[in-house]
């Protein structure tokens, strides 16, 4: 009987890590599809707007229990809630007005990469051969994609400007993760994540006003208004706790590993919504990162 149950948590651990990445592979939709409807400071601002107010009934009682820890620790919020919540995904935004939704979700799956070359740099952790391998197969696979397969353009910087934001964007969510790891003893994720949705929304809001003074019409309509509903709530929210229940299931490598998969859910949405084309370039460069990552996460399972 136990391992029946053991099954089926496994099994339910993979359809939540699988929920969670189809979800989050719709932002990467949003960001294209209204790329021409809705500015992307905007966007960004109304969904963190929808998410704070969607989460803080859920989340407030812990804000309130930890609120000493998070007065303490003020300036870790502040950092962690810009490159977390007030650049990353504007970043992702104004990515989506010049590049594809599967290139978007490409280039996002190569942070871990990013987070093992600065955990060398901060932490003076190792880079071991077989992580060597996975990093260059991984650099090798996204300057595949953003050249289009020829990468001697590199020397002309005559690539898509969406890919290169996005890129900025895996970066910054590679320092931002590293942020998460030392998060003060004694804080809770939810009050972490509200204290950050808000935090993050208040340094957009000066972007958003600036942005709001140089257009001259409003973006809220019958199709952006549901797009933001989906990104402040599914994106921000349900992906959340999905993502937190598979990790509590299977572990946070096996459910990693699920997230890689974000490329395949971002490619079949945007050919279902988007029309966008899926070439061998996309096949050969999710290979290359697949590949990439695998070596790195199968060697990080040796030495433990």
Same mark, same amino acid.
């Given at each position: 009987?136990?391992?029946?149950? /053991?099954? %089926?948590?496994?099994?339910?651990?993979?359809?939540?890590?699988?929920?969670? +990445?189809?979800?989050?592979?719709?932002?990467?939709?949003?960001?294209?599809?209204?790329?021409?409807?809705?500015?992307?400071?905007?966007?960004?601002?109304?969904?963190?707007?929808?998410?704070?107010?969607?989460? *803080?009934?859920?989340?407030?009682?812990?804000?309130? /229990?930890?609120?000493?820890?998070?007065?303490? @620790?003020?300036?870790?919020?502040?950092?962690?809630?810009?490159? !977390?919540?007030?650049?990353?995904?504007?970043?992702?935004?104004?990515?989506? %007005?010049?590049?594809?939704?599967? =290139?978007?979700?490409?280039?996002?799956?190569?942070?871990?990469?990013?987070?093992?070359?600065?955990?060398?740099?901060?932490?003076?952790?190792?880079?071991?051969?077989?992580?060597?391998?996975?990093?260059?197969?991984?650099?090798?696979?996204?300057?595949?994609?953003? *050249?289009?397969?020829?990468?001697?353009?590199?020397?002309?910087?005559?690539?898509?400007?969406?890919?290169?934001?996005?890129?900025?964007?895996?970066?910054?969510?590679?320092?931002?993760?590293?942020?998460?790891?030392?998060?003060?003893?004694?804080?809770?994720?939810?009050?972490?994540?509200?204290?950050?949705?808000?935090?993050?929304?208040?340094?957009?809001?000066?972007?958003?006003?600036? $942005? /709001?003074?140089?257009?001259? /019409?409003?973006?809220? =309509?019958? +199709?952006?208004?549901?797009?933001?509903?989906?990104?402040?709530?599914?994106?921000?929210?349900?992906?959340?706790?999905?993502?937190?229940?598979?990790?509590?299931?299977? !572990?946070?490598?096996?459910?990693?590993?699920?997230?890689?998969?974000?490329?395949?859910?971002?490619?079949?949405?945007?050919?279902?919504?988007? %029309? $966008?084309?899926?070439?061998?370039? @996309?096949?050969?460069?999710?290979?290359?990162?697949?590949?990439?990552?695998?070596?790195? =996460? %199968? $060697?990080?399972?040796?030495?433990?």
């Amino acid at each position: 009987m136990s391992d029946t149950l /053991q099954t %089926h948590s496994i099994f339910a651990g993979y359809l939540f890590a699988i929920g969670a +990445t189809a979800i989050w592979s719709g932002n990467f939709i949003v960001a294209r599809g209204l790329s021409d409807s809705i500015p992307p400071v905007s966007l960004a601002f109304y969904r963190w707007m929808v998410a704070v107010v969607v989460f *803080t009934p859920f989340a407030i009682k812990n804000i309130i /229990q930890e609120w000493t820890i998070i007065k303490k @620790h003020i300036g870790y919020f502040s950092i962690t809630s810009f490159l !977390g919540i007030t650049t990353f995904n504007t970043l992702i935004y104004f990515a989506g %007005h010049t590049t594809t939704a599967m =290139n978007l979700s490409l280039i996002a799956i190569s942070f871990p990469i990013f987070i093992i070359i600065f955990s060398r740099f901060l932490y003076n952790e190792l880079i071991t051969i077989k992580k060597g391998i996975g990093i260059v197969l991984v650099l090798v696979g996204v300057l595949f994609l953003i *050249t289009k397969g020829e990468i001697a353009t590199i020397l002309n910087i005559s690539f898509t400007i969406g890919d290169l934001w996005m890129l900025i964007a895996s970066i910054i969510f590679a320092v931002y993760s590293l942020f998460l790891k030392n998060k003060p003893d004694g804080l809770s994720i939810k009050a972490l994540q509200l204290s950050t949705f808000i935090l993050g929304l208040f340094f957009l809001l000066p972007f958003f006003i600036y $942005e /709001q003074t140089t257009v001259s /019409q409003s973006f809220l =309509n019958q +199709t952006t208004i549901p797009a933001i509903l989906y990104v402040g709530i599914f994106a921000s929210l349900c992906a959340f706790v999905l993502w937190n229940k598979s990790i509590v299931m299977l !572990g946070p490598s096996k459910a990693g590993m699920v997230y890689y998969t974000l490329p395949l859910f971002s490619g079949f949405l945007g050919y279902l919504f988007l %029309h $966008e084309t899926i070439s061998m370039i @996309h096949f050969f460069s999710m290979a290359l990162i697949f590949s990439g990552i695998v070596t790195t =996460n %199968h $060697e990080s399972k040796t030495v433990k």
